[in-house]
């Protein structure tokens, strides 16, 4: 028998190694854009979710075709090249368009691939247009019932095939967002509440039916509050505890306060009482589940994941922040926060970047967009975060504010939306904040 090659004694575990740097890099956090009839074309919060993470890569492989050609190298590439393949999954929506409805049915799931899957992404959420509507009520111009129907048995298929899975590390979800824009942003968008009905218990059938003990990043997109409120009952105390990494976000955007934009469309309208989006409709779904009557059971949920090290938290209307109540377990503490549309007193934001008392804070990442004080300044949160964070090296601060109907309303800038604090002793503590981290980015 023929002396190995020296790159053939590799253990496997180095050839695992090797073949993991053929992952795709993360080319940056693409905006979403609306179409005409108001959904979304990319989860740009999951993105930026993951830029403030530092996690610079998609799940999606560099180069399938490299990959399958790489396979037949030798034994040892084969395996490391099979587990690179399947360990991220990505099941897209447009497979229920397509011929290959079924791929990722239980039974199309072999004991191979039910180990290798390591990350699950069951992405609604495609530039494609026949998948953005996914979720609309049939009718003129929008998704046909046939579609519905195909998608309905799409979701339907997907707890059975998920609790297959039992090294699954992480699992995202992506429905689409959904807001009133472009000619018809007057206009009252329905969706399908049957797919948004399914889509909520396939995922309490998916979280009941597993145990998933190496589940320790979970990221849910789903169009309202309420979904979170019954997927809280179907989490286990266990499941919860074993997180380390929580996104969270709701993407139903219409009616008054679901985006800011709405106030910059209507004033370019030029009628001064529509400056103030009251006529922006809601759909049907935010008038059966207003977003702000369940959005404190999100913070329960939260509450009940003390070991997290990353948050993010996503809203469209106003996520009213007050409501969090996260304590961190003995010798933890975030190392990441995302706030998108957050409400919150400046006491309660800094208890949420505090770790443990007993703890050194680990805060290495902070991106906050669209949050509003309620009470306090953010010269205190900025001020707080330079004497205590000693290990945070990135902070990505962008239209900050004070809430209108807030104690702290008097420090609030005249400009409308103002990219960060107008109060000067706001951004003092900024700019020394920023000075410190670019000094120690400097060495």
């Known amino acids: ?3 190995l090659a020296p790159i053939q004694k590799l253990p496997q575990e180095l050839y695992d190694e090797i073949f993991s740097h053929f992952k795709e890099p993360y080319t940056g956090a693409s905006g979403w854009t609306p179409d005409r009839n108001g959904a979304t074309k990319k989860p740009y919060c999951a993105a930026q979710y993951d830029h403030a993470r530092r996690v610079f890569r998609d799940y999606a492989l560099h180069a399938n075709a490299d990959l399958r050609s790489v396979r037949l190298v ?26 290959a409805t079924h791929s990722f049915a239980a039974s199309n799931i072999t004991p191979f691939m039910a180990h290798a899957i390591k990350r699950l992404r069951v992405d609604f959420c495609e530039s494609d247009p026949e998948s953005k509507r996914l979720f609309a009520k ?18 339907r298929g997907h707890p059975s095939a998920i609790s297959k899975l039992p090294n699954l590390e992480c699992l995202m979800v992506t429905a689409p967002r959904y807001l009133n824009s472009g000619t018809e942003w007057s206009d009252q968008l329905d969706l399908d509440l049957d797919v948004v ?9 998916v ?22 409120a019954v997927l809280s009952e179907a989490l286990s105390d ?21 985006c800011r934009m709405y106030k910059t469309w209507c004033d370019y309208r030029g009628d001064p009482y529509e400056m103030s989006d009251a006529r922006v409709p809601l759909s049907n779904l935010q008038q059966r589940y207003p977003n702000a009557e369940y959005a404190a059971h999100i913070c329960t949920l939260i509450g009940r994941c003390c070991n997290l090290e990353s948050l993010g938290l996503a809203a469209t209307h106003h996520f009213e922040g007050n409501l969090l109540n996260w304590k961190p377990a003995l010798g933890k503490g975030l190392k990441t926060l995302y706030l998108r549309r957050v409400r919150i007193n400046s006491d309660v934001l800094i208890g949420l970047v505090s770790p443990h008392p007993e703890t050194k804070s680990p805060l290495f990442s902070l991106r906050f967009n669209e949050v509003d004080l309620l009470s306090g300044s953010w010269a205190q949160v900025f001020s707080h975060i330079s004497e205590n964070c000693p290990s945070l090296s990135y902070l990505s601060p962008d239209h900050l504010s004070y809430a209108q109907e807030g104690e702290s309303s008097h420090l609030s800038s005249r400009r409308e939306f103002p990219v960060c604090p107008g109060h000067p002793p706001d951004r003092r503590e900024l700019d020394a904040l920023v000075l410190k981290l670019s000094t120690k980015l400097d060495g």
Do not use: N, W
Not at 75 to 99: H, I
Not at 139 to 154: I, N, S
Not at 197 to 202: A, E, N, T
Not at 210 to 223: G, V
């Open 74 to 99: 030798s034994r040892s590439f084969y395996r490391s090249a099979t587990k690179l393949m399947f360990g991220d999954c990505v099941v897209r929506s447009s497979a229920f368009q397509t011929k």
């Open 207 to 228: 979280f009941s039916a597993a145990k998933f003990e190496f589940l320790t990043d979970l990221r849910l997109s789903l169009p309202c509050a309420y979904d979170f």
């Open 138 to 155: 049939a009718g003129p111009g929008l998704a046909k019932q046939t579609t519905a129907d195909a998608l309905l048995e799409f979701i």
């Open 197 to 205: 009905d399914r889509l909520r218990s396939s995922l309490v059938s």
């Open 1 to 3: 028998m023929p002396d």
């Open 238 to 258: 266990e499941m919860c505890l074993q997180l380390q990494h929580l996104y969270l976000e709701y993407t139903d955007a219409t009616g008054q306060g679901g």
